[in-house]
């Protein structure tokens, strides 16, 4: 009657864990893309770099700078970047590599790291262990990277201003859509209490893939919890065992 007991208490307490896990996950929208509502293009017949610069009250900081830069096109092809209306998108031609540049807060007025004109974001990160982005019509691989900037370092003494993690992705299939999951740095000595900016950047190292082309929907902060899929068998085989559990000690 003990051993029977404790293996309810055992499994009712799995139950009731992934019930909160799933409750606790937390997220943050970083950009939607919803600004400008009139979508805002960069187009390029060549190599070059171009900044779009708007004002948008739905992102930390209230300023994004979109920064589109062709750096291989010898045919040359077009190659085009659009940020607005709910997504940034890029379309490369033939033989045509590019990189985007998504910058908020302290980034949000520079394109050299370390500039600090923009807004200090003061984001306190640490509710969240991972940064979201669910991309669609992604033609090939995809290299992405995220920095994350403070301004007030733990240790002034040995300060510590940046936090850079990235991650290489592809779509199953040539134009479908991918949800990457990118998780934070493991950077000691880091100030996620404190962020002022953040920097996003696509496929500043994809090396030889050209003519790549995507749509960015969304840019989250996000808390990882195991797949939905996944969770729910796990707690409903965790409530499936207590409720069997609690029969046997009933009888």
Sequence with gaps: MIRSTRRLSLATGLALGLAAQAAQA??????????????VPSVFLGTGERSITDVAGDVPGGVRTVHHNVFLNPLPSVSVAVAGNGGLSVSDGVGATSEVLALYGAFANGVTPGATSGP???LDVRPYDSFELV????QLAMNINVTLYTANPLDPDNPLYYSTMGVNAAPATPGGAITVILPFAATPGFNFGDVDGISLVL??????L?????????????????EPGSAVLMLGGALLLASRLRRRAAA
């Excluded at 991309?135 to 992604?138: E, Q």
């Excluded at 496929?203 to 030889?208: S, T, V, Y």
């Excluded at 050209?210 to 195991?226: C, E, I, K, R, W």
Aim: proline letters at 9%.
């Design 120 to 122: 200090h974001l003061n």
């Design 135 to 138: 991309f669609r019509g992604v």
């Design 203 to 208: 496929n500043r190292a994809i090396g030889p």
């Design 26 to 39: 937390q997220s943050l929208l970083v950009d939607g893309f919803t600004s400008p509502t009139a979508p």
């Design 210 to 226: 050209t003519g790549n082309g995507y749509t960015l929907d969304s840019f989250s902060l996000v808390t990882a919890v195991p």
